[in-house]
């Protein structure tokens, strides 16, 4: 007999939906049925309830450890960095007493990623926390203590969970009250959300279940994209950055400009890289070769992964300029744009591109 994964009926949304799928992904519950229900009688005749119950206990079994943290009895850390309390065994335990439960509604619930995450977790997170490992180990073909899969979890958590976590739990990407200058309605939650049934559709539990398994391909489909980039184009673009950040000095003597060997994804890796090496925040410019049109690429450093925000754009009297008026107004020859707001420019060699960069570090 299939086992059986249980989440709520009615509405749904993209934490169990995502839940669900990444516990299909597991050998557990790999072919396991999606039963949806609020009925209390029911759902403690399943195997593992995402998103209701009110319970997080992924350890919940007759005889079981618990993985929890912050909580008194602590013994010695798992393997999952989690803290690994005694064997229990429950007294008269029935079947129903083997379900894990991973529900986030219940009144002092706190859990969070770890690994410098803080965001409340969702059902999602909840799930991958306790089976990502395997679950992107599977999908990169890896042993699940590899270095390289720990890498990948971590920062699929960072480049995808963490957002569905987050914004399940109304928490802003923002700490300001101000209104946001724009809606974006276009994120992986809002488009589950919109899978709904609407109000003039048939909303019936056989109708909400077929448009439930669409969600589950859905955020399932974006997730198993998630790690197929993080594994095989944003890990292996570390070492490049790396050895951008060791040749610097060779760009300028600053130290501020690198220049990619290789473009690749460079973003982020170069955050990290900084903090490791103790220059955090000092690089200012990134140079590299646009593959298509051979030619040369200065771009601002974010302020922050994700921020449009530069910490030094390129000069104002340059940008929204092109070609031979760019030239002159630079002095520097084969220019050819810089973007209205600085934070990205061209020429057509790399040694015009480094001029450029080197001027910019000197102007407004």
Known sequence: MALKIGTHSGSFHCDEALGCFLLQQTQRFAGADVVRTRDPEVIKTLDVVVDVGGVYDPGKRCTYRRFRHHQRGFVQLSATGMLLLPQTTIPNC???????????????FGEVFGHGFNTKLSSAGLVYKHFGREIVASAMQLPADHADVQTVWLQVYRSFLEAVDAIDNGVNQWDSDALPKYMNNTHLSARVGRLNPDWNEDASDEATMQRFKQAMQLTGSEFLEAVQYAAKSWLP???????ALDQRLQVHPSGRIIKLNTFCPWKEHLYDLEAEIGIAGQILYCLYEDDRE???R???VGVAPGSFDSRKALPAPWRGLRDAELSAASGIPGCVFVHASGFIGGNDTLEGAVAMAAKALDME
């Open 298 to 300: 200065i771009q601002a």
């Open 237 to 243: 673009a570390r070492s490049h950055v790396k050895e």
């Open 294 to 296: 051979k030619k040369w």
């Open 94 to 108: 029935s079947p129903a007493a083997e379900a894990l439960r991973f529900d986030h509604h219940q009144r002092g």
